[in-house]
């Protein structure tokens, strides 16, 4: 069983960042991907980054490319979601998410490859 703990999101004005955080409890991730994503009102679940544990490969929605940061620390068992220039159409509950696998043939962008989940973190961007 793995739990999935998200923290860091809030309200920041546009222009501004924010680091989220995912702590993990698992005995080993050697064989996981580890991916953000995001939910707006009234919207669909959508990819927003993912990282390959091991490796450390890591994979990006258009929408943030140059923008969001995904890292993540072994020896904490923790991803990251760095997030800059933030914009007012960022605003969303934040997901954080593991996978078993690989991130081959874009399987680390859709979120039904994905069997652990956190409980989402809320973040708000002012305009």
């Known amino acids: 069983q793995v739990q999935l703990v998200e923290s860091g999101g809030g309200l920041v004005q546009a222009g501004g960042s924010l680091r989220l955080s995912c702590a993990a409890s698992?005995?080993?991730?050697?064989?996981?991907?580890m991916g953000w994503f995001r939910q707006a009102p009234g919207k669909e679940r959508e990819f927003v980054a993912a990282i390959t544990w091991t490796g450390g490969r890591t994979y990006y929605a258009d929408s943030v490319k140059g923008r969001f940061t995904i890292s993540r620390d072994k020896a904490k068992n923790t991803v990251y979601l760095q997030m800059n220039s933030l914009e007012f159409e960022d605003t969303a509950v934040y997901y954080c998410?593991?996978?078993?696998?690989?991130?081959?043939?874009?399987?680390?962008?859709?979120?039904?490859?994905?069997?652990?989940w956190g409980q989402g973190t809320q973040v708000t961007v002012s305009s």
């Open positions: 698992a005995r080993t991730f050697s064989s996981y991907a």
């Open positions: 998410a593991a996978k078993y696998g690989s991130c081959l043939a874009g399987g680390c962008s859709d979120p039904r490859f994905y069997s652990y």
